[in-house]
């Protein structure tokens, strides 16, 4: 399966902001002054608890507004996801089902094609921090493109399904995190244990040898 990692550079270049030269650092990284000289403050979070500071040297708007349009574009995109992931895991389950009814491999080859699409489209589209902001005529784009795909692909299996004699695939309710979880057989539990005892052993490893190793590149001054 291929994944998107983080694209935030490649969706920033799509957008408005990229088109006018405005850098990741002009939004996320202030310079601050606090042993004479400037330097810089590499935590990248949201840069909305300090509009002052981020925004408003280059725009003449009230943050109220600037916060309404960033939120209206977060919504937009949140709508289109949803839309996106439930048509997308439908196709997963549809096609099982065609495929468990004996559905040949040619015939599953062009079903397999498109989720690999719809996924492609949805996963680039959500897997970086702040997309709905960055470009968010290229998210909603790309999303109802997974959207588009997935319908076709449903579509498609609607018609192998007839064909099999099946009427209706039951969906299991994964309608939270937790029963999602449980359908998936996730130990949570025991995961959580697994992580607590790498975060106590293997990472505070980590973390002293870079620390004694000076591996550490930037240093946090507040
Ligand atoms: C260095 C200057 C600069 C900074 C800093 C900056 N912007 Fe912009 N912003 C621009 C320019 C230039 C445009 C394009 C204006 C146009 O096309 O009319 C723009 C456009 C926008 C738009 C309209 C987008 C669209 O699709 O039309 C929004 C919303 C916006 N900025 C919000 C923000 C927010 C929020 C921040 C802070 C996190 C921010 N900007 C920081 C220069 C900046
Ligand atoms: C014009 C300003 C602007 C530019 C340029 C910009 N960002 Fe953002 N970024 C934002 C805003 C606004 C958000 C949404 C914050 C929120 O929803 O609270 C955000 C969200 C994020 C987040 C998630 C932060 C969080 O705590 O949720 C990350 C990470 C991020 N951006 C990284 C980047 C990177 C990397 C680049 C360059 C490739 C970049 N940003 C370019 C304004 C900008």
Known sequence: MIKAQHPRYELWKEGVHAEHSVSCADCHIPYMSKVGFKLTDHQINSPIAKMNRFCQNCHRQIEAELIRSIASNQDKVHQLKMTAEDNIVKAHFEAKAAWDAGAT??????????????????????????????????????????????????????????????????????????????????????????????????????????????????????
């Open 105 to 222: 491999i040619e015939e599953i080859a062009p079903v397999q094609k498109l989720i690999h699409h719809a996924q492609w489209r949805w996963d680039y589209a959500t897997a970086s921090h702040g997309a709905a902001f960055h470009a968010p005529q290229e998210v909603l784009s790309l999303l109802s493109r997974a959207i588009q795909k997935g319908t076709d692909d449903r579509c498609l299996l609607t018609g192998i399904l007839v064909e099999k004699g099946i009427k209706n695939v039951p969906m299991p309710d994964i309608s939270t995190k937790e029963k999602d979880q449980e359908y998936l057989g996730m130990d949570m539990e025991a995961m959580k244990v697994a992580k607590q005892k790498f975060l106590n052993e293997v990472f505070l490893e980590w973390d002293k040898k870079a620390v004694k190793e000076k591996l550490y590149m930037v240093r946090k001054y507040h």
